[in-house]
Nanobody, 127 residues
Framework: QVHLVESGGGSVQGGGSLRLSCAAS????????FVWFRQIPGKEREGVAG???????SYLESAKGRYTISQDKDKKIAYLEIGSLKPEDTALFSC?????????????????????WGKGTLVVVSS
């Protein structure tokens, strides 16, 4: 069983940056995928960034340039850095893990394929 806990959210001024963390406990298979999802009020949840166990990453087109996903494999932590924050980044950010998996599936960042979910961390960006 894998347990995920997100942290790092909060209220921030537009233009600033944040680093979200997703700490995992429990055992993974050798192949795994962390995905960060964003739930904007009134919109569907979308996978904004994913990182495979070998370090390859993928991004939602609208997230490219300002969102950066990374991981600390030894600590089983996935990070999501968001720069140049805008009010439209206001959302509940959740992380999820799919394991075992492959890169093709990981880069699709589909919520249906995730095995484990965290409860999320809220980001509120003011103008």
């Amino acid at each position: 069983q894998v347990h995920l806990v997100e942290s790092g959210g909060g209220s921030v001024q537009g233009g600033g940056s944040l680093r979200l963390s997703c700490a995992a406990s429990g055992d993974f298979y050798e192949s795994y995928c962390f995905v960060w999802f964003r739930q904007i009020p009134g919109k569907e949840r979308e996978g904004v960034a994913g990182i495979f166990s070998d370090g390859r990453s993928s991004y939602l087109e609208s997230a490219k340039g300002r969102y950066t996903i990374s991981q600390d494999k030894d600590k089983k932590i996935a990070y999501l850095e968001i720069g140049s924050l805008k009010p439209e980044d206001t959302a509940l950010f959740s992380c999820a893990v799919d394991t075992p998996t492959d890169y093709d599936r990981c880069q699709r960042r589909g919520s249906f394929g995730m095995d484990y979910w965290g409860k999320g961390t809220l980001v509120v960006v003011s103008s």
